[in-house]
Structures are given as C-alpha cells and as structure tokens.
C-alpha cells in the first residue's frame, strides 16, 4: 500500500503498528458512503452521466496509477469505493479501499488463484489466466451499474453468473435502463466488457473517450 501513497483517489495508511498476534493498520478517513449505498439509495436508483463520468475519471487514474505501480487490485466493485458526493453533483472526493485481494502483477505469473467478487470478475479470470486487464473488466461492470441501477451478468444462481460472464453477452442495446443513455456512454461500456482482454480498451484510451472528455467536470 505504501507505494500507492501519492494517489488522491486511493486509500491510504498513515500508521502501521504490531504486536505478537496482529497487525494493525491507521488508515486515512474517507468520508462520505459506499458507492454501492449512494446509488441504491438515489431517487433514480441510478446516477445522472456527468457525476458517473467523474467517477470514472478518477476511477480510470487510481487504476491506471496502482497498474504502473505493478499492482493488480482484483476486487474493485462499489462496496470498496467510497465516495463524497455534494448536492448529487459534485464529487467532493473518492477513494479505493480494500486492498486485501490485490497483489503484484509478476505475482500472477506464480499464482493466478480465482479471487474477486463474481458480478465483477473478468471472463478470464475463471480460467487462472488474467492480468491487470481484469480490472478494467471491473470497471466497465462498475459504469453498467452506475449508470443503470442493474448488473449486465446478474442471477440469483452463481453458475449462471459464471456462464453470462464467460459467455459475454452484452444486450446493452436493448437493456431498458439504458434507452436514455448516450452513445458514447454505451461505447465505453462496449469497449470495457469485453471478452477478450486483447480487445479492451486501455485505461490510457479510457481517459481521452469522448464520454469522459465531454461529461467529466474539467479539474
């Protein structure tokens, strides 16, 4: 975590302390609520597609920062990031927290052990066969939820959340919740979920999409 220090958007450890059973870690206070929370709790049960496209925005540079750092997050869903929205428009701060499924990059090519949240997993993943580009998988899941209120893989049965994401169906296009959505909203959200993680858009290419550049607050 200690080298993920100089990033705004992720969760820092100001102290770190042990004795002979524990660790224990002083974290950075990040205020404001789940993701999670503040979208299941809005009026529209989603959020409007300049607030999402801020998120994103500084979604796509803490990932970007922790992939160049060589670190791999492997569970990014909205439970672990917290937000501080004003007015529901103005994203005050946002933070990455839990790291405790994250690991190094070169780690992977040891140990490609099956972690994650399964509505957000990459179809790769399944198979112990991914890199860094599984989150960015995640993330495209975390766009189609913002932006809808629903999960594009949801079921009540694991096994068939498992075949829709490795299968990778996306029907987008005739999604109701997202009939008032733009087209370059739902160009990106193409571009994430993705089967092949070759065929993934770049969280660099992510940042210059014509949705972020368009609806994100300029900073």
């Known amino acids: 975590m200690t080298v993920l220090s100089n990033n705004p958007y992720i969760i820092k450890i100001k102290e770190e302390f042990e004795d002979f059973e524990n660790i224990y870690y002083v974290m950075e206070l990040a205020t404001g609520t789940n993701l999670l929370t503040y979208v299941t709790r809005s009026d529209k049960g989603f959020l409007n597609e300049s607030i999402a496209a801020n998120i994103m925005r500084d979604l796509f540079e803490a990932t970007d920062y922790m992939h160049r750092a060589g670190i791999i997050h492997r569970d990014l869903k909205p439970e672990n990031?917290?937000?501080?929205?004003?007015?529901?428009?103005?994203?005050?701060?946002?933070?990455?927290?839990?790291?405790?499924?994250?690991?190094?990059?070169?780690?992977?090519?040891?140990?490609?052990?099956?972690?994650?949240?399964?509505?957000?997993?990459?179809?790769?993943?399944?198979?112990?066969?991914?890199?860094?580009?599984?989150?960015?998988?995640?993330?495209?899941?975390?766009?189609?939820?913002?932006?809808?209120?629903?999960?594009?893989?949801?079921?009540?049965?694991?096994?068939?959340?498992?075949?829709?994401?490795?299968?990778?169906?996306?029907?987008i296009n005739t999604d109701e919740a997202f009939q008032s959505k733009s087209e370059e909203a739902k160009d990106l959200i193409r571009q994430m979920i993705v089967k092949n993680p070759k065929e993934r858009i770049s969280l660099q290419d992510a940042l210059l999409h014509p949705w972020i550049l368009a609806k994100a607050k300029k900073t």
């Open 81 to 171: 990031i917290m937000v501080d929205i004003q007015n529901e428009k103005d994203l005050k701060s946002l933070k990455i927290i839990d790291f405790g499924y994250a690991t190094y990059i070169q780690e992977l090519k040891k140990s490609k052990i099956c972690l994650g949240t399964l509505n957000y997993m990459a179809p790769e993943a399944f198979t112990d066969n991914y890199d860094q580009r599984a989150d960015i998988f995640a993330l495209g899941v975390i766009l189609y939820f913002i932006l809808s209120g629903t999960l594009p893989f949801q079921s009540d049965i694991n096994e068939v959340v498992i075949r829709n994401t490795i299968n990778c169906h996306l029907n």
